[in-house]
């Protein structure tokens, strides 16, 4: 069933980290986006809903102006390559190549075990995995409130790596509004907006998203390998 429209309950994110997440933070207060006072809370629902046979299209456009589309679909249900936990196989496709990803519903977030980057012509340039597996977004009530913040810990193992060991990483989230009014092709939405900042890689890198209920990611920016593309919903299909 294909939605172009709809109307999505706005929440907030992300993560009572996993329980080996070494050094993760408590919230405290950051700065609001406009209209949205610290401390409000989003509706609480699925914010990214997971099956196989579900898929998203998004229209994208990159910094140097270039534009496409792209598609997130989740293929299959079986065991990450490497990490071997029970997952869904997540394919996304932007501008610049493809990412498998293997992911999995944890209580009141979504985790990310492991993910391979392809080039365009679909060899794998990279395998990442994940210990203790990494937020894709959390829904727990403390994180559902504007303003939010944390950090997440973890140990990242790259194939090939030159290092030949895990490297020690981190992350930040902010959940900078809540109930945002979104409007994108397919539609507008109430959404909860939240960002990740990748700290201690060699290249830093920070993401956007917003969600909503019932229907999943609807705008990100700063994606792709250069996180250079805004990704914005054109449509979504459900089994």
């Not at 997130?72 to 196989?89: C, F, I, W, Y």
Request: aromatic residues 6%.
């Amino acid at each position: 069933m294909a939605t172009t429209a709809g109307r999505c309950w706005g929440t907030s994110l992300f993560a009572c980290v996993v329980t080996f997440i070494l050094g993760c933070g408590g919230s405290t207060s950051a700065t609001p986006a406009t209209g949205t006072a610290a401390g409000d809370a989003a509706t609480q629902g699925n914010y990214l809903p997971l099956a196989v046979g579900m898929s998203w299209t998004y229209n994208i456009t990159s910094a140097s102006g270039t534009t496409g589309q792209g598609a997130m679909t989740v293929q299959a249900s079986e065991n990450a390559p490497k990490a071997g936990d029970p997952a869904l196989r997540v394919q996304t496709t932007l501008l610049d190549g493809a990412t498998l990803a293997w992911e999995q519903t944890s209580g009141t977030s979504v985790v990310r075990y492991e993910e391979q980057q392809l080039s365009q012509a679909g060899n794998v340039i990279v395998d990442k995995q994940y210990m203790p597996p990494i937020l894709v977004l959390d829904e727990s009530a403390a994180h559902l409130v504007s303003g939010a913040t944390w950090t997440e810990s973890y140990m990242e193992l790259q194939t090939p790596s030159s290092k030949g060991k895990a490297t020690k990483e981190q992350a930040v989230w902010t959940v900078e509004a809540v109930n945002e009014s979104v409007t994108v092709a397919a539609g507008t939405y109430t959404c909860i907006r939240v960002s990740r900042n990748h700290t201690t890689s060699k290249t830093p890198s920070s993401t956007t998203e917003w969600y909503a209920v019932g229907v999943g990611k609807v705008r990100e920016t700063g994606a792709g390998q250069n996180n250079d593309q805004t990704l914005e919903l054109a449509s979504v299909s459900m089994p």
